[in-house]
């Protein structure tokens, strides 16, 4: 089945910067588009960023534009999500995710095609 394991979560003062890593373990996800979403308390999950298979196209969730800057490793098994002036919400979870397409479709901003998840990594950005 293999496995994707998120790490670099923390906390951080508001403003700053941490750097998410999700790396694929059994499998490498070959031809997979890789996903980040975060989970606050008490909400549903929401799409932060994605990142192609095929080209490496990125997409952002407004959001995070500009601030987030989603990446991989050359051998396309790591995944990286750099954040930036962090805000003081809510206390989210960040999940990282991989859906069986390797181009870009509708369905990258949707979790529920994601059927591979990490267990998550939480994110505290205080204030």
């Known amino acids: 089945q293999g496995q994707l394991v998120e790490s670099g979560g923390g906390l951080v003062q508001a403003g700053g910067s941490l750097r998410l890593s999700c790396a694929a373990s059994g499998r490498t996800f070959a031809r997979y588009t890789k996903g980040w979403f975060r989970q606050a308390p008490g909400k549903g999950r929401e799409f932060v960023a994605a990142?192609?298979?095929?080209?490496?196209?990125?997409y952002y969730a407004d959001a995070v534009k500009g601030r987030f800057t989603i990446s991989r490793d050359n051998a396309k098994i790591t995944v990286y999500l750099q954040m930036t002036s962090l805000k003081p919400e809510a206390t989210p979870v960040y999940y990282c995710a991989a859906v069986a397409t390797p181009y870009f479709s509708a369905g990258i901003y949707n979790p529920s095609e994601y059927k591979n998840w990490g267990q998550g990594t939480q994110v505290t950005a205080s204030s």
């Open positions: 990142i192609t298979w095929s080209g490496g196209t990125t």
